[in-house]
C-alpha cells in the first residue's frame, strides 16, 4: 500500500463492511480510505466484533464508529444507515467486502448442494448488496455523486471448481451492481465491482486447494498478483472524483490474468512434466 497520501478522499464520508482482521480486503480499503482523508464506519455482523480485530482498525482509523449490522438483514441496514445518517449526515461512499459460503465451507459438491446453505450463500454474499442499496435509498443518506464499490472475483465469468456456488453469488452480485448503476446513474451515483487477484484472506484460505489456485495465477499474471494492500489504493480511486465518469464495470484488478491464456511459466512447467514422464 502507498504511504503516500494524495488527499484523494478529503470531505468524503462513507461506510465500509466487511473487515475483520488485517488479512481483509476490507481492513486494508479502511486503511486507505483513511490515509487518503475520509471519515467513515465500520460495520460487520457481531460475532465478527468478537472474533476478529476490528477494534483495532477502529482506532488505526481515527477512531472510526463501529457498527455491528447484519448486511442480509434489511431493518438492520435501514438501521445503519439511520445511525450513520446521524453521525454524518448523507455519505459519499459505500464499500461491499462480504461473502460466505457454507457450501464451501463443508465442501458440499457443486452437484450435490444444499439448498439451504446456497440460499445463505446467494443472500450473504450478492442480495445484500441489493438490500444495502435499497436501504440506503430509503433513509435517503446517499450524496448525489456518490460512489459504491463491491468486491467481486472472476469466478463470476469463468469456473473455478471449489469456488462452487460462490461463482453463482459474485455473478448476482455484478448484475445487482449493473441494475444499480442504471437506475442511479441520473444522480451521478456510481456502482462498479472490483474482480480482485485470489487474495489471502481468512475466507480466501479456507477454500480448498485455494494455494494451489494462487499459485496458478501468480504463474499466469504478467505483474503477479494483486495484494489486499494493493487493492485498495484501487479501490480509493473508485471512490474518489477522478473516476466520476466510471460505472455499471466489472473491473478487473489481477495483474492482467484476466487478460492471459497461458503464460510462458506455465509452458516451461509442463514442458518440463512431460520430458519427465516421456524419457
Known amino acids: 500500500m502507498s504511504s503516500k497520501s494524495y488527499g484523494l478522499l478529503e470531505g468524503k464520508k462513507g461506510i465500509i463492511f466487511g473487515p475483520l482482521d488485517e488479512k481483509s480486503i476490507a481492513w486494508q480499503i479502511a486503511l ?3 490515509r487518503e482523508g475520509a471519515r467513515f464506519a465500520i460495520s460487520n455482523v457481531k460475532v465478527a466484533f468478537r472474533l476478529g480485530t476490528v477494534e483495532e482498525l477502529a482506532k488505526l482509523c481515527g477512531n472510526a464508529p463501529l457498527i455491528a449490522c447484519d ?3 434489511s431493518e438492520d ?3 445503519t444507515f439511520e445511525q450513520l445518517k446521524n453521525e454524518y449526515g448523507k455519505i459519499d461512499f459505500i464499500v461491499h467486502s462480504i461473502g460466505m459460503s457454507p457450501n464451501v465451507r463443508k465442501k ?4 450435490d448442494l444444499n439448498y439451504d446453505w446456497y440460499h445463505k450463500t446467494l443472500d ?3 442480495m445484500s448488496l441489493h438490500r444495502m442499496i435499497a436501504a440506503a435509498l430509503k433513509k435517503d443518506v446517499l450524496n448525489d455523486g456518490a460512489s459504491i464499490v463491491a468486491l467481486s472475483y472472476i469466478g463470476a465469468q469463468r469456473i473455478f471448481s ?6 453463482d453469488a459474485k455473478a448476482l452480485l455484478e448484475s445487482i451492481a449493473r441494475n444499480f448503476g442504471a437506475r442511479l446513474g441520473k444522480r451521478g451515483i456510481r456502482v462498479n465491482t472490483v474482480s480482485q487477484s485470489p487474495t489471502k484472506t481468512t475466507a480466501g484460505t479456507g477454500i480448498e486447494g485455494f494455494d494451489a489456485l494462487y499459485d496458478f495465477a501468480e504463474k499466469i499474471s504478467p505483474l503477479g498478483n494483486a495484494t489486499a494492500e494493493d487493492c485498495a489504493d484501487y479501490v480509493v480511486t473508485l471512490l474518489s472524483d ?3 465518469k466510471v460505472t455499471m464495470q466489472n473491473l478487473y484488478h489481477d495483474g492482467g490474468f ?3 491464456g497461458i503464460s510462458d511459466e506455465i509452458i516451461e512447467l509442463l514442458y518440463q512434466k512431460h520430458k519427465s514422464e516421456n524419457p
Do not use: C, F, G, K
Request: proline share 4%; no cysteine; charged share 20%.
Open 77 to 79: 441496514l435501514e438501521q
Open 258 to 260: 484476466s487478460s492471459m
Open 242 to 244: 477522478l473516476t466520476r
Open 108 to 111: 458440499r459438491p457443486y452437484e
Open 71 to 73: 448486511a442480509s438483514n
Open 32 to 34: 486507505a480510505a483513511y
Open 162 to 167: 471449489t469456488y462452487s456456488d460462490m461463482s
Open 124 to 126: 450473504v454474499s450478492a
